[in-house]
T-cell receptor, first 114, second 114 residues
């Protein structure tokens, strides 16, 4: 069974600084998809960024980028120029094959200090 | 386009009762997935529906069931509620439920079982 591990229960960053959230996963598959979702206190899950495993190039969305290391099964999220609105719980998620099912990590709570 | 909507947003029930939660996907989306989120177990996949058929199911007891209507709206039902069923229930929709698609989440229904 696939598992997703986020080893940092909590992280904090100063406004305008950069922070990296870690995620590792376990799979025997070669073709899959990885996602980072953000869940602010309002509880609405929002997609931050996605990565296709067959793509070598790391995904980037404005201030958010990933470091995808397929051999190491690592998928970290870098947030540059952190803003107060980035404060949330961040979930790493894996998906492959089966309909609908996302496998989530336990989440990392990110605090942004002004 | 309107996002995924879920009703009700909050619900309080007592042990032994049953509950029905509703989810309306983004217009045009035909796949609806349900997740349970608890502090202890995190986010866990319940089931996925497409064209009124359950295509995938997570590891939950038979007390958890669902259905999908011809307009793609979905309901999930929990019978004989237990204290441990207290959770945030999230639904997510995507176009066809394929692995490469992004799932868009609703705001969730917070269920409290007393």
């Amino acid at each position: 069974a696939q598992t997703v591990t986020q080893s940092q229960p909590e992280m904090s960053v100063q406004e305008a600084e950069t922070v990296t959230l870690s995620c590792t996963y376990d799979t025997s598959e070669s073709d899959y998809y990885l996602f980072w979702y953000k869940q602010p206190p309002s509880r609405q899950m929002i997609l931050v960024i996605r990565q296709e495993a067959y793509k070598q190039q790391n995904a980037t969305e404005n201030r958010f980028s990933v470091n995808f290391q397929k051999a190491a099964k690592s998928f970290s999220l870098k947030i540059s120029d952190s803003q107060l609105g980035d404060a949330a719980m961040y979930f790493c998620a894996y998906r492959r094959g089966s309909y609908g099912k996302l496998t989530f990590g336990q989440g990392t709570i990110l605090t942004v200090h002004p | 386009k309107a996002g995924v909507t879920q009703t009700p947003r909050y619900l309080i029930k007592t042990r032994g009762q049953q509950v029905t939660l509703s989810c309306s996907p983004i217009s045009g989306h035909r796949s609806v997935s349900w997740y349970q989120q608890t502090p202890g177990q995190g986010l866990q996949f319940l089931f996925e529906y497409f064209s009124e058929t359950q295509r995938n199911k997570g590891n939950f007891p038979g007390r958890f069931s669902g259905r999908q209507f011809s307009n793609s709206r979905s309901e999930m039902n929990v019978s004989t509620l237990e204290l441990g069923d207290s959770a945030l229930y999230l639904c997510a929709s995507s176009l066809l439920g394929q692995p490469e698609e992004t799932q868009y989440f609703g705001p969730g229904t917070r269920l409290l079982v007393l």
